[in-house]
C-alpha cells in the first residue's frame, strides 16, 4: 500500500478485519424470503414487508466502516491489489481485435487519482472559465466543486473516471446518445458541467452542440478524449478553441494530474455520488435523479447479501453504464475483485464474440438480450433441423427442467443430462458461467426455465429503477416457480397502496396487489432542481411511490412481481377496464415469436386493436405453420399477414394461445403487422431500457388504429355491454 494510500484511510479503518466480517456474515439465511410486519397495515394499504433476515431494521452497508464507494475501493485496492481488475481487447494492425489484455487494482487505485488530480489542474487553469467559476481543490469544501459528465461506452476510462470523481467527492452525470442532442444540451445546462470526459467521436459532437447553444452551454470549457489524440486531431482542437474549449486527451490529464499529485477528499454517506438522468416514457425532457453514497453502496448490499461469495472471477459489462443497474453491478463486482471485461464493440455479434473469449462467470442481461440468448439457444437445440439433435437436447433440456423444479437452490445435476448441454455451453463461451441476472423488465418465466436448463446455470430476475439505485429485489437463481423479482432486500422496506378502479386490493385472497411504495437508504431523496416532480413522487412520510403496480405472493415466501403501471388503463364502451401493458407483458410471454406490441383501446369502442412486429428469424416457419403452406420471403409474408383472412387467422391462433389468462375484451381483435414498428430501443417510441412511450406512440399511431378501427373487429365481439 502506497503512503498516499494509506493517508487516505480513516483511522481504525481495516481492510482485513472488514473481510473477515464479510466473509463471515454473508451470504445472509432468509434473505430470499420477506415478512409483513405486524400491525403496520393501514386503510387503502398492505402490510409493511422487510426482509427476512432483517424483520426488526433496514442496513444500508456490508460493514459499519463501509459507507461510501470511496471506502468499498480502498477495501477491494487493498484485498485485490495485484489482481487484474479492468480488460479490453486492443485493436491490431490488420483491424482485428486481439486477446484482453489487464490492469490491476493498484494500477486502476493510481489511475483515479492521478486523473482526477489532472481534471482539478485543467479545470483550474481553463483559459475559458468565467472568473467567477471557482474549480479549485478545496479539501475542505462540503459541496462538489463542479459536475463531470461521461459520454462513452463502455470503456475502462469510463469506470476510472467514475472512481476518480469518486476520491475527490466530485459529482457526476452521464450522456448517452439515445437521449438525443436536446436531451445532451438539456443536461449540461442544468447542471453546468464545466468538463466532459468521452470518446473522440462522441466529444466531437460537443462542439457542434456548444456552436449552437453558446449561451446554455457557456460553462463547458474542456472535453477530455478517452482515445489518443495525435496530430490527425489538430483541426479538431482548433475547432473546439473557436467554441472556448479545452481538448485533452486521457493520458494527458493523468500525465498532468501525476505530476500534481492531490490527496483524496473522502465523500461521506450523504455526499452526492451522481446524477442519473432517467429517459421516462413522456417524451419529455428527463429527471435527473440526485443519488447520495449511502444509496450506491445500498445498491450493491442486494448482490452481497444474496450473491455468492465468489472470489478471482470473470464478469463481462456490455448494458450502458450510464444507466444506474449496470454501474450498480459494476460497484459489487469491483467490491469482490472480479475482473471485468469491456466491449470492443456494442453489436450482439461483437458482444457474443468477446463473452466466447473471456469466459465469464455472471453476467447481467436484460430481458431483450436475454430474448436474443434464448432464440439462438433454441435454433442450436430444439429447433435444430436435424431431428436426431433436435431430440437429444430435448430430451436434457427437459429432464433439466424436471429437476429444477423439486426443490428451490437445486441445479438439478444429471450425469447424462450435463454432458449433452456442456459442448452448448463451451460454444457461447459459457462453460464458467455461474449465473446470469436480468432485470430492467420482466423476463417470461418460460424464458427463464427454458435458458436456466439449457444452458445449466442460475437465472436471477431483480427489480430496481433508477431512483432505486437499480435492484432492491432479486429472486434465487434456481427458483422452482421463476417469474417473480423476489423478496424486497435488507436495505429497503415497502408496502402497497391499493387502486380499487384498477381490480388492485390489499385483501385480494391470493395477495395483496397495488402501487408499489417504497422508503429506506437506498431510495433517493429529491430530483435535481426539480421539486415539483420531487413532491409528486415522495411522499410526506417518505415514501416514494414508483408508478409500479405490484403483487406479493404470501405462498411464495412474499416475494414481489410487478404486474402493471399505474395510470396504465382505459376504459372500453362496454365499461370494462383494460391494462394495455398487462396484455402486451402477457401476448409476449405466450407467444415468444412476438418481438414488438402496442396495444390501444378506445373509449367509444368495445375491442383492443395493436400494432405487432414478430421475430423475423422464426417468422416465416411459425406462419407456414399456422396457414399450413410454404412462406419464405420475410417481405413477402409481412404483406401476407396483413391480409384479412390471414390476419384472422394468425391472431386468432395467439388469442387461443392466451387462453384464460385474459378476459375475452382484453384480447386484441385486428392488428396491424410490420417490421420492428416501435423501433430500436433509445428512439422514438422506446426507451434506452426498450420501455414504450406510450403516449408519444399514441399520438403517432392514431391514424393507423382509427384505420383498424374502420376495418372492424375480425371476430365476433363477446364484450359485455
Known amino acids: 500500500m502506497s503512503t498516499q494510500q494509506q493517508t487516505a484511510v480513516v483511522e481504525g479503518f481495516s481492510p482485513q478485519k472488514i473481510r473477515e466480517y464479510i466473509k463471515a456474515t454473508y451470504p445472509l439465511q432468509g434473505a430470499h424470503e420477506a415478512v409483513a410486519l405486524p400491525n403496520s397495515a393501514q386503510p387503502g394499504y398492505s402490510a409493511v414487508y422487510r ?7 433496514l442496513v444500508n452497508r456490508p460493514h459499519p466502516q463501509v459507507a461510501t464507494l470511496y471506502d468499498m475501493f480502498e477495501c477491494a485496492s487493498t484485498w485485490h491489489a495485484d489482481k487484474p481488475a479492468l480488460g479490453t481487447r486492443p485493436r491490431l494492425y490488420d483491424g482485428t481485435y486481439g486477446d484482453y489484455q489487464w490492469q490491476t487494482y493498484r494500477q486502476f487505485y493510481e489511475r483515479r487519482l492521478n486523473f482526477g488530480s489532472g481534471l482539478f489542474f485543467i479545470l483550474a487553469n481553463n483559459p475559458y472559465k468565467s472568473p467567477s467559476d471557482n474549480y479549485d481543490y478545496d479539501p475542505k469544501a462540503t459541496e462538489s466543486p463542479f459536475v463531470v459528465a461521461m459520454y462513452s461506452h463502455n470503456k475502462p476510462e469510463w469506470v476510472i473516471t467514475d472512481y476518480a470523481c469518486v476520491a475527490y467527492s466530485v459529482c457526476n452525470t452521464a450522456l448517452y446518445d439515445s437521449l438525443g442532442p436536446d436531451a445532451s444540451e438539456y443536461i449540461l445546462s442544468l447542471t453546468e458541467s464545466p468538463v466532459v470526459v468521452g470518446t473522440l467521436s462522441n466529444i466531437s459532437k460537443l462542439v457542434d452542440l456548444k456552436k449552437q447553444h453558446p449561451q446554455s452551454l457557456a460553462k463547458l470549457v474542456a472535453l477530455v478524449s478517452m482515445d489518443l489524440l495525435g496530430p490527425s486531431d ?3 482542437r482548433e475547432k473546439a478553441r473557436e467554441a472556448n474549449i479545452a481538448v485533452y486527451d486521457f493520458e ?6 501525476a505530476a500534481s499529485r492531490l490527496p483524496p477528499i473522502p465523500p461521506n454517506a450523504e455526499t452526492l455520488y451522481t446524477i442519473s438522468f432517467t429517459s421516462g416514457t413522456s417524451g419529455t425532457m428527463p429527471k435527473g435523479v440526485e443519488l447520495k453514497h449511502k444509496s450506491a453502496v445500498s445498491g450493491s448490499m442486494l448482490r452481497v447479501t444474496v450473491g455468492n ?3 478471482n472471477y470473470t464478469a463481462y459489462s456490455f448494458l450502458p453504464l450510464a444507466h444506474i443497474y449496470e454501474r450498480s453491478v459494476c460497484h459489487s463486482n469491483l467490491f469482490k475483485g472480479a475482473q471485468i471485461g469491456y466491449p470492443k464493440t456494442n453489436t450482439l455479434a461483437s458482444i457474443l464474440e468477446d463473452i466466447k473469449l473471456l469466459r465469464p462467470h455472471v453476467l447481467a442481461f436484460v430481458p431483450r438480450v436475454f430474448s436474443r440468448l434464448e432464440a439462438q439457444i433454441k435454433a442450436l437445440t430444439i429447433n435444430h433441423p436435424d431431428a436426431e439433435v433436435r431430440e437429444r437436447f430435448k430430451w436434457a433440456i427437459d429432464r433439466k ?25 463451451e460454444h457461447f463461451g459459457m462453460d464458467r ?3 446470469f441476472s436480468t432485470g430492467s423488465a420482466p423476463t417470461a418465466p418460460e424464458s427463464i426455465q427454458f435458458v436456466k436448463a439449457a444452458l445449466n446455470v442460475g437465472v436471477s430476475q431483480g427489480f430496481g429503477m433508477t431512483e432505486t439505485f437499480a435492484g432492491m429485489s432479486t429472486s434465487p437463481a434456481y427458483d422452482v416457480k421463476p417469474g417473480s423479482s423476489g423478496a424486497i432486500a435488507i436495505t429497503t422496506e415497502m408496502k402497497l397502496k391499493e387502486l380499487p378502479q384498477m381490480g388492485y386490493v390489499a385483501n385480494d385472497p391470493n395477495g395483496p396487489r397495488g402501487e408499489l411504495l417504497l422508503r429506506g437508504p437506498q431510495i433517493f431523496e429529491r430530483y435535481y432542481k426539480n421539486p415539483e416532480e420531487t413532491a409528486k413522487a415522495i411522499d410526506a412520510d417518505g415514501w416514494f411511490h414508483t408508478g409500479d403496480v405490484a403483487w406479493v405472493n404470501p405462498k411464495d415466501s412474499n416475494r414481489m412481481s410487478v404486474i402493471d403501471r399505474v395510470k396504465n388503463y382505459l376504459k372500453l364502451a362496454q365499461g370494462e377496464y383494460v391494462t394495455p401493458e398487462r396484455c402486451e407483458n402477457l401476448y409476449i410471454a405466450i407467444n415468444p415469436i412476438i418481438t414488438q406490441l402496442f396495444v390501444y383501446g378506445d373509449s367509444h369502442r368495445d375491442y383492443l386493436v395493436g400494432v405487432i412486429g414478430l421475430d423475423e428469424n422464426l417468422m416465416t416457419k411459425y406462419v407456414s405453420k399456422i396457414l399450413g403452406r410454404q412462406c419464405d420471403d420475410y417481405e413477402a ?19 387461443q394461445n392466451m387462453g384464460d389468462r385474459l378476459q375475452s375484451y382484453e384480447k386484441v381483435k385486428n392488428m396491424r403487422f410490420a417490421h420492428m414498428p416501435l423501433g430500436a430501443a433509445g428512439g422514438d417510441f422506446l426507451t434506452p431500457t426498450s420501455k414504450l412511450k406510450r403516449q408519444v406512440a399514441t399520438k403517432h399511431f392514431k ?4 384505420e383498424l378501427y374502420q376495418e372492424g373487429s375480425l371476430f365476433e365481439s363477446k364484450s359485455k355491454f
Not at 424436471?402 to 456442456?422: F, H, M, N, S, Y
Not at 391514424?703 to 382509427?706: A, C, G, K
Open 401 to 425: 427442467m424436471a429437476l429444477q423444479r423439486i426443490q428451490e437452490g437445486d441445479p438439478g445435476v444429471d450425469a447424462e443430462a450435463d454432458a449433452i448441454i456442456a459442448p452448448l455451453r
Open 252 to 257: 494527458e490529464v493523468e500525465a498532468m494530474g
Open 637 to 655: 409474408t409481412i404483406k401476407l399477414l396483413n391480409e384479412p383472412e390471414v390476419k384472422r387467422k394468425v391472431i386468432g391462433y395467439m388469442n
Open 433 to 435: 458461467l455461474i449465473s
Open 309 to 311: 461469495n465468489l472470489e
Open 51 to 57: 426482509n427476512k433476515s432483517s424483520p426488526h431494521q
Open 234 to 236: 489538430i483541426r479538431f
Open 703 to 706: 391514424p393507423l388504429f382509427d
